[in-house]
């Protein structure tokens, strides 16, 4: 079946197409839409980390170090690198008793583009604190601490921390620790690969996690807070917030993207992996999935509308194309 998602026009002309995969599990894990291959094996990139927070959690790091809902919330971000989220970072660093050179993560260019500007403006070099994922390695290092572990090499595969890690990265996904493959991610920690569907599935079991369970404070933490999972201006940011606590959405590098969503009549899943790594074609696609299960109120999905066929202008800011993003989802309902 063809994969076929979205197509750029520059004018009238085709410019470029790209493939993409979904796939959609009810509350019982079973699969009940899809497009393209549902099976694709992936590597969810940051898509993941509610599933390594979970990790740290069962370490007792949260209570041992009085983490709070905003720190968890971090712990699951790709954030923009803004004051609030670097500030924060420092302080979950001390209350871990660790401190910035302990961090395994480098620094680099900040996702958002007002950071960038204020950075260049000010001849800011960044450091290993800012990093997208350093909520995710301050997290990493209090799990270390929490269970007596040396901090240095934490991010290595051969760390008991990371061991730890795999061990529950599998269970969430619902999958035995060998099936799930492992490389190492652009942050330096490793990083998970299994089934397009599995990671449906993990997102499926943040939203339906019963309260009071490690899962549900991850679900809490990331839609009380989604300005630290992302930032301002960003697509998960305003994702969570255009849903009110309704729906928990991460992002991956390279075009990953997990969504949980709470109903009345029933818990989903869903994850969409765009082959070519286009972030702009996943948030569109994103918001074309959620239309089409019909996710929430239009005016929720309104929110987004920014998103879902993107105008393309150059430098002059005169319109030359549109991306049109448009197939169906196949139902594997009886």
């Given at each position: 079946?063809?994969?076929?998602?979205?197509?750029?026009?520059?004018?009238?002309?085709?410019?470029?197409?790209?493939?993409?995969?979904?796939?959609?599990?009810?509350?019982?894990?079973?699969?009940?839409?899809?497009?393209?291959?549902?099976?694709?094996?992936?590597?969810?990139?940051?898509?993941?980390?509610?599933?390594?927070?979970?990790?740290?959690?069962?370490?007792?790091?949260?209570?041992?170090?009085?983490?709070?809902?905003?720190?968890?919330?971090?712990?699951?971000?790709?954030?923009?690198?803004?004051?609030?989220?670097?500030?924060?970072?420092?302080?979950?660093?001390?209350?871990?008793?660790?401190?910035?050179?302990?961090?395994?993560?480098?620094?680099?260019?900040?996702?958002?583009?007002?950071?960038?500007?204020?950075?260049?403006k000010?001849?800011?070099?960044?450091?290993?604190?800012?990093?997208?994922?350093?909520?995710?390695?301050?997290?990493?290092?209090?799990?270390?601490?929490?269970?007596?572990?040396?901090?240095?090499?934490?991010?290595?595969?051969?760390?008991?921390?990371?061991?730890?890690?795999?061990?529950?990265?599998?269970?969430?996904?619902?999958?035995?620790?060998?099936?799930?493959?492992?490389?190492?991610?652009?942050?330096?920690?490793?990083?998970?690969?299994?089934?397009?569907?599995?990671?449906?599935?993990?997102?499926?079991?943040?939203?339906?996690?019963?309260?009071?369970?490690?899962?549900?404070?991850?679900?809490?933490?990331?839609?009380?807070?989604?300005?630290?999972?992302?930032?301002?201006?960003?697509?998960?940011?305003?994702?969570?917030?255009?849903?009110?606590?309704?729906?928990v959405?991460?992002?991956?590098?390279?075009?990953c993207?997990?969504?949980?969503?709470?109903?009345?009549?029933?818990?989903?899943?869903?994850?969409?992996?765009?082959?070519?790594?286009?972030?702009?074609?996943?948030?569109?696609?994103?918001?074309?999935v959620?239309?089409?299960?019909?996710?929430?109120?239009?005016?929720?999905?309104?929110?987004?509308?920014?998103?879902?066929?993107?105008?393309?202008?150059?430098?002059m800011?005169?319109?030359?194309?549109?991306?049109?993003?448009?197939?169906?989802?196949?139902s594997?309902?009886?």
């Open positions: 079946m063809s994969a076929l998602a979205a197509t750029l026009y520059r004018g009238e002309i085709v410019e470029n197409t790209h493939a993409a995969h979904v796939a959609v599990v009810d509350a019982h894990g079973r699969l009940v839409h899809s497009f393209g291959d549902p099976q694709r094996i992936t590597l969810p990139r940051s898509a993941a980390k509610p599933a390594q927070a979970l990790a740290v959690i069962e370490t007792g790091a949260l209570e041992r170090f009085g983490f709070t809902e905003e720190d968890l919330a971090l712990m699951c971000a790709s954030h923009s690198s803004e004051p609030r989220h670097i500030e924060r970072v420092r302080a979950m660093l001390a209350k871990a008793q660790a401190s910035e050179s302990d961090l395994r993560c480098g620094g680099h260019p900040p996702i958002s583009d007002a950071v960038q500007r204020d950075w260049i000010r001849g800011f070099t960044p450091t290993a604190v800012c990093s997208n994922c350093s909520g995710k390695h301050a997290g990493m290092l209090a799990g270390a601490r929490a269970l007596g572990l040396a901090l240095a090499d934490y991010h290595l595969p051969g760390h008991p921390l990371q061991a730890h890690v795999r061990r529950t990265m599998a269970r969430a996904a619902g999958l035995p620790d060998d099936a799930v493959q492992w490389a190492i991610d652009g942050c330096n920690l490793p990083t998970p690969a299994f089934p397009l569907a599995h990671l449906a599935r993990l997102f499926m079991t943040v939203a339906d996690a019963p309260q009071d369970t490690p899962l549900a404070r991850i679900h809490r933490a990331m839609t009380a807070h989604p300005e630290l999972v992302a930032g301002e201006g960003r697509f998960c940011t305003l994702l969570m917030q255009a849903f009110d606590g309704t729906l959405g991460k992002t991956g590098a390279d075009a993207y997990a969504i949980g969503v709470r109903r009345e009549h029933g818990t989903l899943g869903i994850a969409i992996k765009v082959e070519d790594g286009n972030t702009a074609v996943l948030n569109a696609v994103v918001v074309h959620l239309e089409q299960l019909g996710i929430g109120t239009q005016q929720q999905r309104d929110a987004l509308a920014a998103f879902r066929q993107p105008v393309v202008r150059n430098t800011g005169v319109p030359t194309g549109q991306l049109d993003v448009r197939f169906t989802l196949h594997h309902q009886a």
